[in-house]
């Protein structure tokens, strides 16, 4: 089964164009696990521009799903993590400044630092997942880092899916099975939607989770969270 992690930075994004608490992040969160969420992902950026480090504070009292954290790993998302020890901590290799996350890790150029940091996230008991670009050659470094698993940076495969959808899919497959082969768990995530995530799907169907956040609270707009969370979850049936 592969799991729907669903990204809240976005009402995080809505809340903070007011300063008040509209929408409530947490009212949100418990919402999208009674609705069908199999999981909540947030990806703190250092300029709190969505999410807030006291927004992850307060989520990890009363997630009871899976509850993700993605960044960078710098000290203060260190920290975070051993203050609320996740179920699964992602590390971004984002720059502070980036707009949203637009590659995944260089794991022969960082593989001492991303050894370290996994190590100190294993002895919190905080599953790991790097994420990663679909280039073979980043495999074996990553699993030498001792992660449990690696997420696929899908922006390439959906900025191309409506275009060509074999070729674009193509180099995920092959590092997917690569991923298997080293015995890593697979996550996605970047971009996915209604329209490319069932392909995703039954090409890899060996993917343990998917994060989406943008394109879902988009959908929601229009089918509301409930309906929505349950049309992705259909396309994860297919
Ligand atoms: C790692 C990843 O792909 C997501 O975290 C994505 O970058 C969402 O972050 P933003 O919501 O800040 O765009
Ligand atoms: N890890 C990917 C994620 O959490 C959400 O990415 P997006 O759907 O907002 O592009």
Redesign the pocket.
């Known amino acids: 089964m592969t799991k729907l992690s669903v990204?809240i930075?976005?009402i995080a994004?809505i809340r903070n164009a007011r300063g008040a608490n509209n929408p409530d992040v947490v009212k949100v969160a418990l919402d999208a696990e009674r609705f069908g969420a199999q999981g909540i992902?947030v990806?703190p950026?250092p300029d709190e521009?969505?999410?807030r480090y006291d927004d992850v504070l307060a989520l990890h009292q009363v997630v009871t799903t899976e509850f993700n954290i993605?960044?960078y790993p710098d000290k203060r998302y260190m920290e975070l993590v051993r203050l609320t020890k996740p179920a699964q901590a992602?590390l971004?290799p984002?720059p502070p400044e980036?707009?949203?996350?637009?590659t995944g890790w260089d794991t022969i150029a960082h593989q001492a630092l991303l050894k370290d940091i996994i190590a100190e996230l294993h002895e919190y008991g905080v599953r790991t997942s790097i994420?990663i670009n679909p280039e073979s050659r980043y495999f074996e470094p990553a699993k030498n880092t001792g992660t449990d698993r690696v997420?696929l940076?899908?922006?390439p495969y959906a900025s191309h899916y409506h275009q060509d959808r074999d070729a674009a899919v193509r180099p995920y497959v092959e590092v997917a099975k690569l991923a298997r082969e080293l015995g890593l768990g697979l996550n996605a995530?970047?971009?996915l939607d209604l329209h490319n995530l069932a392909f995703l799907k039954q090409q890899i169907p060996w993917l343990d989770e998917v994060?989406i956040?943008?394109a879902l609270i988009c959908d929601a707009l229009y089918y509301g969270l409930e309906n929505t969370i349950q049309m992705y979850r259909r396309q994860l049936e297919l």
């Open positions: 990204n930075n976005k994004t992902t990806h950026r521009r969505h999410i993605e960044g992602t971004v984002d980036a707009i949203t996350s637009n994420f997420e940076y899908t922006e995530g970047h971009d994060s956040g943008h």
